[in-house]
Every structure is written in C-alpha cells, then in structure tokens.
C-alpha cells in the first residue's frame, strides 16, 4: 500500500485530536460518597474534627502532551474528595498547599 502524503496527514492530525482530546480529559470522576464532599478553607474548618490527611498523585502529561492546569486541579480535588469520603469518612476536605509536580495534599475534616 503507497501512502500519500494526504492520507498520512490526515491520520497525523487525528492521532494528533486524540492525544489533545485525552489532555483535556478529567480522569478521575467524583463518587457518589465524594459528592458529599466540600471543599474548604482552613478558617472554614476551626470548629471541625480533623481526621489526617491524604496526599494525591496525577498523571500531568498524556504521551507528550501536558494536561491544562485546570483539569489537574480538578482531578486533584476529586480524588481528594473520593478519597476523604472512602478513606476517612470525612465530609470536608482542606488543600494544604498547590499541586506541585503532579502532587497534593489535602487535610480530611468531620464538620
């Protein structure tokens, strides 16, 4: 088979959408359990039971592609809530700092 060099653009700039497509993408969907989950700040949860802590882990690049700052955040975050609902029965999640290098931690409360 002789490949043109239309047909192998056009499989190029596919695999190309693909693999940006994927970038973009939030992997990890909050549970159920996770919903119940809030997002707080440190002054928020002065009268809670703080129950430990978890540390996350998300995978920045797709292949070569890096993943938009924004849906790391995200994926951070439900994990975090996912996580503190399984984990600790916690209703309240805390970040102790930015993601950094594909890691953060968060501070589990009961509120």
Known sequence: MIHTPIRTGAILTGALAITLGLGACTFVPVTTEGQHVRVATASDVRNCQRLGSTTVT??????????????????????????????????????????????????????
């Open 58 to 111: 998300i995978t920045e690049k797709v292949g070569f592609v890096r993943r938009p700052p924004e849906k790391l955040a995200q994926e951070a975050e439900a994990t975090a809530r996912n996580a503190a609902a399984k984990d600790w029965n916690g209703n309240t999640i805390v970040p102790m700092g930015p993601l950094q290098d594909g890691r953060q931690v968060f501070d589990v409360y009961r509120c």
